[in-house]
């Protein structure tokens, strides 16, 4: 089993910014890629930011230029740094971690950012 303990989460004005991490722990086999992800209320869950392995990363289009995930290997950690954060980026913001054709993927619990205007 793996666990995925995410902090960082809170109420910021818009403008703002939050940083984010995932710490990974458990029974991890090989980590291929991690991700953020974020749900809105009455909004299904939509992928943020990716970081694979050898460091390459995607992003969605809304958050482009504002959002910056990163990678602690060491540390099994990921972070996303977000900056001139919006009303409309308010949501639950979970990690995702993938382990492909090595092992089962798993979610953290959630961490909630609330952008007020």
């Known amino acids: 089993q793996v666990q995925l303990v995410e902090s960082g989460g809170g109420l910021v004005q818009a403008g703002g910014s939050l940083r984010l991490s995932c710490a990974a722990s458990?029974?991890?086999?090989?980590?291929?890629?991690m991700d953020w992800y974020r749900q809105a209320p009455g909004k299904q869950r939509e992928l943020v930011a990716t970081?694979?392995?050898?460091?390459?990363?995607n992003y969605a289009d809304s958050v482009k230029g504002r959002f910056t995930i990163s990678r602690d290997n060491a540390k099994n950690t990921v972070y996303l740094q977000m900056n001139s954060l919006q009303p409309e980026d308010t949501a639950v913001y979970y990690c995702?971690?993938?382990?492909?054709?090595?092992?089962?993927?798993?979610w953290g619990q959630g961490t909630q950012v609330t952008v007020s205007s």
């Open positions: 970081i694979k392995n050898g460091g390459t990363t």
């Open positions: 458990g029974s991890i086999v090989r980590i291929i890629a």
């Open positions: 995702y971690l993938q382990q492909g054709p090595y092992g089962p993927d798993y």
